[in-house]
C-alpha cells in the first residue's frame, strides 16, 4: 500500500508539472490581454459574425469572454449584461451550446498540443462547429418556432455579482485563484489516477471499453484510448488531456489515432459539470447536450473516414521499416 501511495504521488506530480508547463504561461498572457482590453476587441469583432448567427450583439461580449477567458468568466458576462440581454429560448441555447463547444481556447488548445494534435485543426474544429451549430440551432428555430419563447433574465440582474478587480488588486486577486485552481487540478488529476487504477485492477475498463464498442465503431476512434477518453468527456478537457498525453509516452500511439481522441476531446467533454451550468442558465438540453454530442459524433465518424489514410499510410511506413 505505501509503496502504490507513493507511486501515485510521483505519477500524479509528473502529470501535474506537465500540465503547469503549458497552462501558466498561457494563463498569464490572457490575464495580461485580459487587462489591456482584448476581450472587448475580440468581443468586437465577433459581433458581424453573431449577426449572421442571428444572436445580438451582447452574445459576442459573452462568448469572446468564455473562447479566450473560461466558462465562469462568461457567466460573469452573462450576468453583468442581463439587462441588456433581449433573446429567445433558441438564442439563449444556440450560445450556450457555442460556450461548450468553444472555451478557455488558449490554455485548452495548449494541452491538445502539447498531448500531440494540431493546434490550428482543432482549434478550426471548436470553433466552426461552434459557429455552424449556433446558426443551425437559431435557424430551425426561425423556420419552425422551436424555442421562440423570450427568455427572462431579470433573476440574474439581482445577483449579487463582485466585479472583477484591475490594476494590482486584480493581479492579487488571480494569483490567488489560479494557486487555488492549481491545487485542485492536482488532488483532480490524483483522483482520476485512482480511479483508472480501480477500473483496470477490477476489470471495469474492460466492460466499459466494450461497451463503448458500437459508439467506438461508428466513430473510428481505437479502443486503446476509449478509457482516458471517456474520463475527458465525462470531466474536462484538461483532466483528460493530461491522461492522454502520459498514455501517449507509454503506448507511442499513432498520429491518426491521438488526432481523433483529441478532437472527440476538443468538442464534447466536461459533459457534467459544464453542460449542467448552462442549463442553470437557462439552456435547452436538448440543444446543449443531445444535439452536441450527436454533432460530436457525425464529425468524428467523418474524420475517421478523411483521415484513413493517414493511418494505412502509417502502417506501409512501418512495414517497410527495416529490421
Known amino acids: 500500500m505505501q509503496r502504490y ?24 498572457i490572457v490575464r495580461i490581454a485580459e487587462e489591456f482590453g482584448a476581450i472587448e476587441v475580440a468581443s468586437d469583432l465577433l459581433t458581424p ?7 445580438p450583439p451582447e452574445a459576442g461580449i459573452i462568448w469572446a469572454t468564455c473562447a479566450l477567458v473560461s466558462m465562469y468568466g462568461a457567466v460573469g458576462a452573462f450576468i453583468g449584461l442581463s439587462a441588456h440581454l433581449d433573446m429567445t429560448a433558441a438564442q439563449l441555447s444556440a450560445l450556450c451550446a457555442m460556450m461548450l463547444f468553444a472555451h478557455g481556447l ?20 471548436r470553433v466552426g462547429a461552434a459557429i455552424g451549430y449556433g446558426a443551425l440551432v437559431t435557424w430551425v428555430s426561425n423556420m419552425t418556432g422551436w424555442l421562440s419563447e423570450p427568455v427572462d433574465f431579470s433573476w440574474m440582474a439581482g445577483s449579487d455579482v463582485a466585479q472583477a478587480a484591475t490594476g494590482l488588486a486584480g493581479w492579487g486577486d ?4 489560479t494557486i487555488k485552481s492549481l491545487i485542485v487540478s492536482f488532488v483532480v488529476i490524483t483522483g482520476l489516477l485512482v480511479v483508472l487504477d480501480v477500473m483496470k485492477v477490477t476489470g471495469l475498463t474492460d466492460k466499459f471499453t466494450l461497451a ?19 474520463i475527458g468527456v465525462l470531466l474536462g478537457l484538461t483532466f ?24 472527440w476531446l476538443s468538442l464534447s467533454h466536461s459533459l457534467i459539470e459544464d453542460t449542467a451550468i448552462m442549463l442553470a442558465l437557462g439552456a435547452d438540453i436538448w440543444v446543449v447536450l443531445v444535439g452536441r454530442v450527436i454533432l460530436t459524433l457525425i464529425i468524428i465518424a467523418l474524420l475517421a473516414r478523411l483521415t484513413i489514410r493517414w493511418d494505412r499510410k502509417s502502417d506501409e511506413l512501418v512495414t517497410d521499416t527495416p529490421g
Open 5 to 28: 501511495v507513493f507511486h501515485l504521488i510521483n505519477r500524479s506530480q509528473q502529470l501535474f508539472v506537465t500540465l503547469v508547463k503549458v497552462m501558466l504561461p498561457v494563463m498569464i
Open 49 to 55: 459574425v453573431m449577426a449572421l448567427i442571428g444572436l
Open 106 to 125: 488558449p490554455v485548452e488548445q495548449a494541452i491538445v498540443k502539447r498531448a500531440g494534435a494540431s493546434l490550428i485543426a482543432t482549434t478550426a474544429l
Open 240 to 263: 483528460g488531456g493530461a491522461l492522454i498525453i502520459d498514455d501517449a509516452r507509454k503506448n507511442n500511439y499513432p498520429p491518426r489515432t491521438l488526432f481523433l481522441s483529441l478532437s
Open 212 to 230: 463503448l464498442s458500437p459508439i467506438l465503431r461508428v466513430s473510428g476512434l481505437s479502443r486503446e484510448v476509449a478509457p482516458v477518453t471517456t
Open 174 to 177: 488571480w494569483v490567488v485563484q
